[in-house]
């Protein structure tokens, strides 16, 4: 009995030990840190997007569902780490990494965040987040300030007001952009007479009250995924995101637009938002803003910008204008981890209005009373942590001017590879870069050739068996893991709408040289000669030369009658 | 022009520097990373809360609305972060911090964290996650078998099962319920015959077709705010929250929560969920999670249990049982940044039933393809971090044996500290903790007799005047800033729900000595002595000797007739 208390104790001391601070820089935890350091600076100076192994072989490692029972030691963990989840991780941080939106980071972000962890405040009340909370309101006004461009008293006014908030920080887009449409959705249906409103009543009655047989969000086909989500999360129902139809650079059409919304209008569907992209997902496009905030405001609708990519084109007085017209949203959303190149977690939606967010104002007894200064009343999420000490970081060491270098080295390096791209004989090309966004597709010169003189049955052919090249050779790049473009799947105009595979590729990381994208062509030429595609390409080559006899064969019966 | 393009090239030159790993430890960044260790470290040793300054004075320091045109230096910023930021935040992690639910950290949770951000993974998709996402699979599991307990089999069966999942993390307890009552909305109207479901055709829809004119989710009046916010969010509308009275034990009353269901039900309001709490966020008491399955069952309402902060009660074999019913539920709220003790921004939702987040489920061409292991098709959120690393490292490096620790000596200390509170003649318990949550106020001895002999009015008028007092001395503590309590405003039945404002204490962080406990009481009665509250004092002492005077002639009078 005296000895199992006597390893309660031990147990209990060890407990008290993991809290406290270790005093000595040379403790075990000092040790392990600069273990971790070490290992971290190797890995990521490596320029290997990921060592190949398979997923299922890599779950073995994580395939335990008991808690285990006894502590093991930290450096055990931390080697556990290092081995089976650091090894097997994406790097996305290497300048071969080109596929998706997540980028490398400044380096300066590591050690900063430190504070941030260390500190472990929560922004939801300024209880627990002190100077956290002024400096989160200046984040947002500095960044109101880059898209609405308001003057300085505008700020000196606003920007620290207990009663409104020129913007709502969150984990990324998607909560940006739902906190948006909830702020339009309950702006559409405020309380009157004897309609207590629909942040209260709901959107049943919201709707019976107002005489509505629905509400609908309108975006180009381009729209990110979220607004689906937001719109079924915020009881819309999915179906009434009403995708618009896009002109061949992937930009809204506004006559479509317009006629949609007289449609719906007819039908006593309320329109609760007109949602411009600045930066599709997809395609890097951006929409004519100026003339849809015209037709937001005569259907009496929100305007909101996703421009949670293309938002920081604003710092580049050469790109800047593309986005001309995003001043005079309602709201935007931008995400921080994108390219405001902060770690991992943290977006947010600014409103042009300060009294916006009030419609989604919530309060309780014992924080986020009334009337505080408390960030939590007009925030979707409740506890939150300090990010917006490291866009205040970036904004500062990075500053506008090297924000501006960022982006325009981003756009013109798209550019260049688009070159590339279409000067090279077995790429094709499929959308311009606007912003630093582009795709391309594997199509050899005999194909382009085909497809010019096609009917649309065998158009149709031969851009299935493209897609089905594109999209092994994206595997197999990926599989190789010294490089990483991502794919999809548009509908192009020129091939009359066919679905297509295509290479997606986003140019954010300032560190990937145009021989990089050199060496990443030819690793994609060279995975077309590989034998586990052969067959595919035997049929295309058989299908184009078919193509090509036939056209001959019409060309000289054509010319004997 | 020479020169001007000079300067554009070297800052361009700079900005890749800032991108690239720099390679020696006695690198500038190297350095300023040490330096701010040391500080961070300093910091954290000290035991004072917070500094005081006015938050309008603290204010000035971010008060421009201008981005800075040049970048600054690493080193100045990490000095004004230092110097304007850290010494005027909260101190969450001081052992007298004992007023909020954010603690504080164990010590390795800082150099794992490096890890997390250094790698900067997104877990939306395994194109930028890998093996975090097996990792983030295997954490939802773990936690999901300590609260179902379901067996070996189950974990093999579904744990890393594309097609399913056994919960969804997010960036904490506000999203976790919103999501537990997405799926409960969506499993309600689900699609059928010519009824596209309510995630497509939305509520009004939804409402219509299957005939009902509303519908709720139940909980008790301690239901955390976030429910309201979710009910506003989701379209049913917050008056759709319907708040069921509790007992004395801040228990809901589950005879009245059946009495509710049977009235919303003849009204055709449809119950979506009951909601039980495993720890409120005032008073830590846990409803009979037992008993409230069965209304749920009943009822045909999804049981969701709101356990963010006592979840981690399950790893106590002694306070366990008091949860006991959770594993009935459907899903279940916990808060990984409070009791699982890793930093801010991370929580997650358990489902019982590996289908149930089908009723969310949102895929996209370019990523979270259908049957893809990818994350994000089934998670509010898009893009995330990999905080389930950290809670991975706790789990393993405290082990379920120091989790039961830490929430031993919690409970244990709130007990200890309820009968400090008990045998002082200046304080009053108002709740008596069942988990490490407890409130009490200050009530000077006098207070307490006359309090039992007041009529209504009078008892009125003491609360409130205790309230000012105790009101006061919380908000004096809080500005020394040696120690800190909330306070919250509460109806206690021994005062026939006459509002009260009581000090709020949560005992989370196991450095916390009783000492320190008693130096936090005995600030409070010297507050009580400051001539800036004397005035209320004599009012106090006015309106109980008035009762007792009263009480007196009565008495004499009685005693005549």
């Keep these: 009995m005296a000895s199992r208390n006597k390893t309660a104790q031990a147990s209990i001391e060890s407990m008290y030990r993991v809290f406290t601070v270790p005093e000595a820089p040379q403790s075990t935890l000092g040790q392990v840190d600069e273990y971790i350091s070490r290992n971290l600076a190797g890995f990521l100076q490596e320029h290997i997007v990921a060592v190949e192994k398979d997923l299922n072989e890599v779950e073995k490692d994580f395939s335990d569902s008991t808690i285990p029972e006894k502590p093991i030691f930290v450096s055990e963990q931390a080697q556990f780490l290092l081995d089976k989840l650091v090894a097997q991780s994406v790097h996305t941080a290497a300048p071969s990494f080109i596929g ?7 380096h300066f972000m590591l ?3 430190k504070i941030m962890i260390a500190l472990n405040q929560n922004l939801v009340k300024t ?10 309101r200046q984040v947002i006004g500095m960044l109101h300030r880059l898209v609405f461009q308001e003057d300085k008293a505008f700020y000196r006014r606003w920007m620290h007001d207990p009663f409104h908030a020129l913007g709502s920080m969150c984990s990324g887009g998607t909560v940006a952009n739902l906190s948006a449409l909830w702020v339009a959705r309950n702006l559409a249906f405020p309380a009157e007479a004897n309609f207590r409103g629909v942040n209260r009543e709901g959107l049943f009655r919201a709707l019976q009250y107002y005489g509505y047989q629905g509400a609908a969000v309108l975006v180009s086909e381009r729209g990110h995924y979220s607004l689906r989500k937001a719109a079924d999360i915020l009881g819309i129902g999915h179906d009434y995101i009403i995708p618009i139809a896009t002109n061949r650079e992937n930009k809204i059409d506004v006559d479509a637009l317009r006629t949609e919304c007289i449609r719906l209008r007819s039908e006593k569907i309320k329109i609760l938002s007109i949602v411009g992209i600045a930066g599709t997902t997809e395609t890097g496009n951006v929409d004519p803003l100026d003339e849809m905030a015209e037709v937001a405001r005569e259907f009496g609708a929100q305007f909101h910008v996703d421009a949670a990519w293309g938002g920081p084109t604003l710092f580049s007085r050469k790109y800047a204008p593309i986005l001309k017209g995003i001043e005079k949203a309602d709201s935007v959303t931008i995400d921080a981890h994108k390219q405001l190149y902060v770690p991992m977690g943290c977006g947010l939606v600014l409103f042009k209005n300060p009294a916006s967010v009030n419609a989604i104002e919530h309060h309780a007894q014992y924080i986020i009373r ?5 960030l939590g009343s007009t925030t979707l999420e409740g506890s939150r942590p300090g990010m917006a000490m490291l866009i205040h970081s970036g904004l500062r060491i990075i500053g506008r001017d090297g924000y501006e270098i960022l982006i325009d080295l981003g756009i013109d390096k798209a550019k260049a590879y688009a070159r590339m791209i279409e000067a090279h004989p077995n790429f094709e090309l499929i959308t311009e870069p606007e912003l630093n966004i582009l795709t391309y597709r ?3 010169d005999y194909a382009a050739e085909a497809l010019k003189i096609a009917d649309d049955e065998h158009r149709k052919k031969i851009n299935i068996m493209l897609g089905r090249i594109t999209k092994y050779i994206q595997k197999s790049q990926r599989e190789r893991g010294k490089a990483f ?3 999809t799947r548009l509908n192009p105009r020129q091939y009359e709408g066919d679905p297509c595979v295509v290479f997606r590729v986003v ?12 060496s990443i062509l030819d690793e ?4 077309a000669s590989e034998k586990g595609i052969s067959d595919e390409f035997q049929a295309l080559q058989k299908a184009c030369a078919r193509v090509m006899s036939a056209s001959k064969s019409q060309q000289v019966a054509a010319s004997r009658s």
Excluded: C, W
Aim: proline share 11%; no cysteine.
């Design 100 to 106: 998706h939106m997540t980028s490398a980071l400044p």
């Design 111 to 113: 050690p900063l965040s």
């Design 127 to 136: 209880e627990t987040s002190k100077a956290f909370t002024p400096l989160e």
């Design 370 to 374: 009334k009337g505080s200064k408390d």
């Design 442 to 444: 594997y199509r050899p």
């Design 485 to 487: 473009v991502s794919r």
């Design 507 to 518: 140019l954010a990381n300032p560190l990937t040289t145009e021989k990089i994208l050199t």
């Design 524 to 527: 994609q030429v060279e995975i």
